[in-house]
Each structure stands twice: as structure tokens, then as C-alpha cells.
């Protein structure tokens, strides 16, 4: 009995450690104006897009966000 439980919480552990791109792991960080904003999830590059102006930086954490039609003159890192 020992055995299997201990079975089902290393299998717990395991897959949630799998979830290595969690929406709220996502980071966009934006400079305007040398003010510093933090946008979160997969939206979080289209959120700190809308918001930023010319000339801005949008600093992006690693993983897959949700993809924009840039047409702003940004820096994205």
C-alpha cells in the first residue's frame, strides 16, 4: 500500500513538473517612458503591445505567446 502511494505522488510530481509553459509563467515586460509595466499569460505580448508607443521595449519571458500584427517601431527582446 506504501508502495502505491507512493507511486501516485512521484506520478503526481512528475506530470506537473511536465507543465514547464504554464500561461502564468509567461512574462511581458514593457518599458515606457522609464516606467516599467508586467504583463502575464499567453495574451501578455498582445497586452503589452497595445499598450506600449513608438520606440518602446517589450521584454519577453521564454516560451509561446499568443502572436500580434506588430506594426509599431518596438524593440522586443
Known amino acids: 500500500m506504501k508502495k ?3 507511486l501516485f505522488v512521484v ?3 512528475a506530470m ?3 507543465k514547464a509553459e504554464e ?3 509567461l512574462v511581458a515586460t514593457l518599458n515606457h517612458e522609464g516606467k516599467m509595466w508586467a504583463f502575464y499569460g499567453k495574451k501578455a505580448l ?10 518602446d521595449v517589450i ?3 521564454a ?3 499568443t502572436a500580434v ?8 527582446r
Not at 500584427?69 to 522586443?76: D, Y
Open 16 to 18: 506537473t513538473g511536465a
Open 23 to 25: 500561461p502564468s509563467t
Open 63 to 65: 516560451g509561446t505567446f
Open 59 to 61: 521584454t519577453l519571458s
Open 46 to 55: 498582445v497586452d503589452a503591445y497595445n499598450f506600449a508607443r513608438e520606440g
Open 11 to 13: 506520478s503526481m510530481l
Open 4 to 6: 502505491l502511494f507512493l
Open 69 to 76: 500584427n506588430m506594426t509599431k517601431n518596438l524593440t522586443i
